[in-house]
């Protein structure tokens, strides 16, 4: 059993999981990120690495767990590389698929016509999405293949959405899902799988957090709004158009009475709530009932906002009112709108229900609620304008996921060997995996682009199948260690160890799957299989550096003093953690991965800002203090007796009573820490411990000279060393000094630390450098035919090359390298585009183009003719592929002549299209595929392997036909 993470794994967003076991390749969702910068369209950045499905050879099922956006958004993308390959949903999460879908659209051809932003994908390939689609009901088996099945079970996030549970031979996987354990208004109850699972993928969204009474919630938001509207004012609750508007226009409805104002649901809240309309039978059933014969939403006081107009009418209105729109986080929709018109005055209220992405305008409307005294006024950036806040602002626990507490009750239900945790940021993953390894649960937090692997016992033989070993009990890594200390830093093969604990080397799988990741041995990366037996000292380390993960559940968020990897003291802000090690971004420092005792100590919670430069600047601020006040606060004296005494201290005890009023209680203990970490202090129980007191000057100058020279790597171009002895400060010349500031800013603040002396940079480029930059980069076969020609003012090069097929990547690289861009013409081409040209004279005007296209197409659509255009006042024609179109040459020549233009045939295919023929031709023919089908445009080739080799006769035939409708070659792979 193998799982490879393609998104979703350390973030919340673009969910996606490839799966292979039972010999199929299953891929869970694929979903794109949610983010406010591209809330407007979707782009590429927004994906998961959808690369890693074609190095699988592509999926042999689609698994959809649920329809949001997150989950569902990049399938599009995917059925259209593999269209013949089925998607499995309810058939609920199908429709809002569905509905979502064409909102993309919608969305993407309103950004194409405003900035000319191309969409990722058609309503072409949506549609092929919609045909994918196989309906699954909950809780009934489907077969996926000999000894392999997959059931749906609710989850209870949305409607329709599931909790999937593959069964076959090599164990029980269990990918939860969203999953909401809670009582709802608009989904039914999640109904965990009652199975004993061997691995188990867990959402970990709300771990940390506890969840208020929903009961209680629901009741404080009705108290809020009826006060609101009861003072003249208008209340808006940005809610998720999927999911969380139900369930807010659902306990609207059961508190009517108490609420005697119009309720407008606005955007894509209206279709999705049509939708759920359709499927009472997977909506719960006092919902349903309460409805009676009305509709389930849009009855009573509660109406949809049907047009743009009737939006302004509402937005401007003076009655009081309440509006639930989408964006939830108020990245987009009709909640903006509603947002601006409202913000300013203080009767009115925005309520905020579901979670917030940490940079859109709801989670900073969520910060600076807890900042504010009442009645202040502060600004809110949304949707490209700035907008004043004077309303009440509150948040509402309605969260469709479930939190911490629960999701350690789900993972302890079903008893699994192995737990990843997934769909959750840092602090959350971190808080959840300490409270399931707190209950000796072996978990793992994977990255994106992380594949894990697990050989769990066969089913069939798993049981009493033990030969003549020792040990008939699970592999038992303490046990073992135990009997192999003594040879620590051998290595042993895994059939080496399954011998020695089992008597069975036939178990070597088991036996890596128990090895992998333990603490008394470490897996040799040459050598698959093979592991070293770590020493009494590794293993008591890696034990003390689980200790202090376990003992620091809440590091993520946290202002930090740690020990860089040559032992420096560094201040940072930690970002993740795992369960023996930690994120941070440090300042000073371009790493950002250190073990569990790398940490020093924790100063407290860091407030965080909009951007990382943002937090750097703060956190240098406060550096900068720290040597303003060292002395004062812990003074050198000091140091001394606490450095001979030799004895742990608790920072905290030496703070002084009272503070100067200028210092406050973080920069205080930040300063007492960094000064004991420069004593030497180690993190000891009890305290910290240092091991001396010193004040050393700056380094001898030739010292600190050559000290500059060797700190660099050739590749950092750095051509000469400048001193200034009265001032102390090297001066540092490279040939390119943008990169080197950027790439070896931990050097340079190391060389500072190391030397004593200020160390700056020479802003100027070295252009000699600059130019031969431009050949050293290209490409085999590539010269440059003109120039180079500098423009340093405006941080560009212009030169003309010809050879080279991928100018942008010459242009990155260049751009890494140099720090400047690189403006690049001349001939590219890496191939000849067919063309023909009319035999006319110099002076024959061409015919009007209308006319010239309807000429083209009556005569070429009948032979493959997908499209014609006009491009540098000549007609391009595009076919399936061009060698279709190479064969009409002649007919193409004499339309050149007939209309007067160029005429040139379109160089590349359309691989899709082709792929797609093939697909359907090899079903026909009722081949049994193993790999495949793949396109080799280089050899005009479509590849395949089949189970069994066709009869010649067949073959044959499949060639010819594909041949004749694509113009490209079947080969078996």
């Known amino acids: ?30 979903g794109i990120r949610i983010s406010p910068k591209t809330s407007r369209g979707i782009q590429t950045d927004q994906l998961p690495d959808l690369s890693l499905i074609t190095e699988a050879g592509g999926p042999d099922y689609i698994l959809v767990t649920h329809a949001h956006t997150d989950h569902t958004g990049a399938l599009a993308l995917v059925v259209e590389q593999y269209p013949h390959v089925p998607v499995l949903a309810t058939p609920p999460t199908v429709e809002l698929t569905r509905i979502l879908q064409t909102d993309a659209q919608r969305i993407m051809q309103s950004k194409q016509d405003a900035e000319g932003e191309l969409p990722i994908f058609d309503e072409i390939a949506s549609a092929r999405l919609m045909d994918a689609f196989q309906p699954v009901q909950f809780r009934q088996p489907v077969r996926l293949g000999d000894g392999l099945q997959v059931m749906y079970h609710p989850s209870g996030h949305i409607m329709g959405a599931a909790t999937l549970v593959l069964e076959g031979e090599e164990g029980t996987l269990v990918m939860s899902g969203d999953v909401s354990l809670g009582a709802n208004r608009a989904v039914v109850s999640a109904d965990p799988p009652r199975i004993k ?3 188990l993928v867990l959402e970990s969204t709300y771990g940390g957090k506890l969840h208020a009474m929903r009961a209680s919630e629901e009741r ?13 004012g208008k209340a808006l609750i940005p809610a998720f158009a999927l999911g969380r508007a139900q369930e807010v226009l659902q306990i609207l409805l ?5 609420l005697d104002v119009p309720v407008y649901a606005d955007g894509m809240v209206r279709s999705v709530c049509t939708a759920y309309s359709r499927f009472h039978e997977w909506l719960p059933e006092n919902t349903v009932r309460a409805a009676g014969d009305d509709p389930l939403f849009f009855r009573g006081k509660v109406k949809p906002v049907s047009s743009a107009a009737v939006r302004e009418q509402v937005a401007s209105s003076d009655e009081p009112c309440i509006v639930v729109a989408s964006s939830g986080m108020l990245t987009g929709g009709a909640s903006v709108v509603y947002a601006r018109a409202w913000a300013g005055d203080e009767r009115n209220g925005i309520f905020l229900t579901g979670y917030q992405d940490e940079e859109a305008p709801g989670r900073f409307l969520q910060t600076m609620m807890r900042k504010r005294q009442a009645g202040e006024e502060f600004t809110l950036r949304i949707d490209d304008s700035t907008v004043s806040v004077r309303c009440e602002v509150d948040t509402y626990s309605l969260s469709a996921h479930a939190d911490e507490n629960e999701l350690v009750q789900y993972a302890q239900s079903m008893g699994a060997e192995e737990i990843m945790l997934v769909h959750g940021d840092p602090g959350a993953r971190h808080s959840l995996a300490t409270a399931l390894r707190q209950r000796v649960k072996r978990v793992q937090t994977p990255r994106i682009g992380q594949t894990i692997t697990f050989a769990f016992a066969k089913r069939p033989w798993a049981l009493g199948q033990i030969k003549t070993g020792e040990e008939a009990r699970p592999l038992d890594p303490a046990e073992l260690w135990a009997q192999l200390k003594d040879q620590a830093g051998s290595f042993f093969s895994a059939r080496e160890l399954a011998q020695m604990w089992w008597g069975d080397a036939e178990r070597h799988a088991e036996a890596v799957s128990a090895l992998t990741d333990d603490i008394h041995f470490a897996a040799d990366w040459r050598r698959r299989g093979t592991f070293q037996v770590h020493s009494a000292e590794q293993v008591a380390r890696k034990q003390r550096q689980l200790a202090i993960m376990l003992a620091n559940p809440d590091l993520v968020g946290k202002l930090i003093v740690l020990r860089d990897s040559n032992g420096r003291p560094r201040v940072g802000i930690v970002v993740n953690a795992s369960a023996d090690a930690f994120e941070a971004q440090v300042h000073g420092a371009k790493g950002r991965h250190y073990p569990a005792d790398a940490l020093l100590w924790v100063i407290g919670t860091w407030e965080k800002v909009d951007d990382d430069r943002g937090q750097m600047a ?8 720290t040597q303003k006040w060292q002395d004062t606060l812990l003074p050198f004296a000091r140091r001394q007796q606490l450095a001979e005494a030799a004895q742990p201290v608790n920072p ?19 300063t007492i820490v960094l000064a004991l970490a420069q004593d030497g202090a180690s993190l000891e129980p009890g305290g910290l411990l240092p091991k001396r007191a010193l004040k050393d000057g700056p380094i001898e100058q030739n010292q600190a000279r050559d000290l500059a020279f060797s700190a660099f790597p050739p590749k950092a171009r750095l051509r000469k060393v400048g001193m200034d002895i009265h001032r102390k400060r090297l001066t540092l010349t490279f040939d390119f000094p943008l990169p080197a500031q950027r790439q070896y800013a931990d050097v340079i603040e190391q060389l500072m630390t190391q030397t004593g002396w200020d160390v700056q940079v020479n802003p100027g480029i070295n252009q000699q450098a600059l130019g031969a930059a431009v050949d050293e980069l290209l490409p085999a076969g590539g010269r440059i035919t003109k120039g180079p020609s500098f423009y340093l003012n405006q941080g560009e090069v212009a030169v003309e090359v010809a050879g080279v097929a991928d100018v942008a990547a010459l242009q990155r690289a260049y751009h890494d390298l140099t720090g400047f861009r690189l403006r690049v013409g001349g001939d590219q081409s890496d191939g000849d585009t067919p063309s023909v040209q009319p035999e006319t004279s110099p002076g024959r005007e061409p015919i009007e183009i209308n006319a010239a296209y309807g000429l083209v197409r009556q005569a070429l659509e009948p032979l493959g003719l997908y499209k014609a255009g006009l491009k540098q006042g000549g007609l391009v024609l595009t076919f399936i592929s061009p060698q279709v179109g190479e064969r009409h040459l002649d007919r193409i020549r004499a339309l050149s002549e007939e209309t007067g233009y160029a005429i040139s045939i379109h160089p590349h295919p359309n691989q899709q299209q082709i792929l797609q023929i093939a697909a359907q031709l090899i079903r026909e023919a009722g081949w049994r595929v193993t790999k495949g089908p793949g396109i080799h445009v280089a050899r005009a080739e479509v590849s395949v392997k ?6 010649s006769a067949t073959f044959e035939q499949v060639r010819n036909r594909l041949a004749n409708q694509t113009g490209y070659s079947l080969v078996m792979g």
């Open 618 to 625: 703060n956190l240098k601020l406060m550096l900068d203090e």
């Open 197 to 199: 699972a061997d691995a």
């Open 220 to 232: 404080r938001m009705v108290e809020m709004l009826k006060r609101v509207t009861d003072r003249g």
């Open 254 to 258: 059961a508190f009517r009475d108490e």
């Open 1 to 30: 059993m193998q799982l490879t993470f393609l998104g979703g794994a350390d973030e919340v967003g673009a969910s996606s999981t490839l799966v292979q076991m039972g010999g199929k390749t299953l891929l869970i969702d694929a």
């Open 652 to 670: 905290a005890d030496l703070l002084p009573d009272p503070l100067p009023d200028e210092v406050s209680h973080e920069q205080a203990l930040l």
């Open 946 to 951: 089949l189970a069994n080799e066709p009869d």
